[in-house]
């Protein structure tokens, strides 16, 4: 797993700092605008844009999408806050991003945190705020990359989509949702990783197997512990009796919230599978360490007669000085008989384990 950009514990406020400071983290990539202009009829794309352009545009246009990519510019931020009237605490937690997704309501706009995993190789994770109103949607994230080209098709389709007839909700909705979506292919890798494993185990257990057991575990606990609360915050969002949250919204909003407890059950299941892998591979381990251990014990239980055979010949008697000295030292066919004893011992020790079952 590829390391972090920085700890997440440096990416909150300094303590003690006053409530509604923005301060950027050192590692915050630089700012940069993209203004998407929508109206039932087209659309416009502003690359770069900057705040003119969005208080240009504003008035002009029924519903505005500002794409927010890095956070290194505050006053930028802060001037946006203001411009759109977003609460200050919420700017903050726009920042500082190590928040828990959650949804919050003010007077005449919404304030979204969500987390998505931007790379899911290294399964590496990524806030991102999301602000909208009845006129407009700002989106703020940490950095390129993000789910939301499915949403730029449809915008950008020839035939007009539901999005360029709607207000911000159902966009806001619309970019949620494909967050929430891009969780399925990543649990769908670690599923087919997972089986994998299973396959393997059942073919014997391998020391390798536990690392990589122990790594999707602790990915499927990390997409677990952010889940839960993207299930709670969705389901804020379509329960929210704001006047900027239409009906009709609220039905696309549940079949969202289906997604997420569907993901979560996803999580629930490979935990589980995991769990019962990692308590097979012990098991197998010690069945396979007792195999061993019996094998050993019936080689040194068949051996152990025969060296005793062989310490009892090997006494240095001399049979020259009395016939209880070993008279057999001197016999003619004495090699043969003393080989052929030990394997007649061993051949009967080894019968009679098998006739008990231990072999």
């Known amino acids: 797993m590829q390391p972090q950009d920085a700890s997440p514990r440096s990416k909150r406020s300094p303590v003690g700092a006053s409530p509604g400071t923005l301060i950027a983290h050192p590692l915050a990539k630089p700012t940069r605008l993209t203004l998407t202009l929508i109206e039932p009829n087209g659309f416009e794309r502003i ?17 505005i999408w500002i794409d927010c990519v ?4 505050v006053a930028l931020i802060a001037d946006l806050g203001a411009e759109f009237g977003l609460h200050p605490l919420a700017l903050e937690d726009t920042l500082n991003t190590v928040q828990r997704p959650k949804a919050d309501f003010f007077d005449d706009h919404a304030f979204v945190v969500l987390s998505m995993i931007d790379e899911p190789a290294t399964q590496r994770y990524e806030q991102i705020s999301l602000y909208f109103g009845a006129d407009f949607v ?4 940490e950095r390129e990359g993000d ?7 449809r915008i950008a389709a020839p035939v007009s989509h539901r999005i360029r007839h709607r207000q911000g909700d159902y966009l806001a909705y619309a970019l949620i949702d494909s967050i929430v979506d891009s ?17 393997e185990m059942l073919k014997g257990p391998e020391r390798g197997q536990v690392r990589r057991m122990h790594f999707h575990k602790r990915s499927i606990i990390g997409l677990k512990r952010v889940l839960w609360p993207l299930r709670d915050a969705v389901a804020g969002l379509a329960r929210a009796e704001a006047p900027f949250v239409h009906n009709e919204t609220r039905i696309f909003l549940n079949d969202t919230l289906d997604h997420c407890v569907r993901l979560i059950e996803i999580v629930e299941t490979e935990r589980d599978v995991l769990t019962g892998l990692i308590e097979m591979h012990i098991s197998l381990s010690q069945a396979r360490t007792n195999d061993v251990i019996s094998f050993l014990t019936i080689v040194s239980a068949i051996f152990i007669p025969l060296t005793f055979l062989a310490g009892i010949w090997g006494m240095n008697f001399d049979p020259q000085t009395s016939p209880w000295n070993m008279p057999e030292l001197l016999s003619f066919y004495g090699y043969p008989i003393a080989l052929g004893s030990m394997l007649a011992i061993a051949l009967g020790l080894v019968l009679f384990f098998r006739w008990r079952k231990w072999l």
């Open 147 to 153: 789910p939301f080209g499915p949403v730029h098709k």
């Open 70 to 73: 890095g956070l290194a510019d």
């Open 183 to 199: 969780y399925f292919p990543v649990l769908d890798t670690i599923g087919e990783a997972i089986d994998t494993l299973e396959d």
């Open 138 to 141: 700002i989106t703020f994230q």
């Open 47 to 63: 690359d770069g844009a900057t705040l003119l352009d969005v208080r240009a545009s504003r008035g002009r246009w029924p519903l």
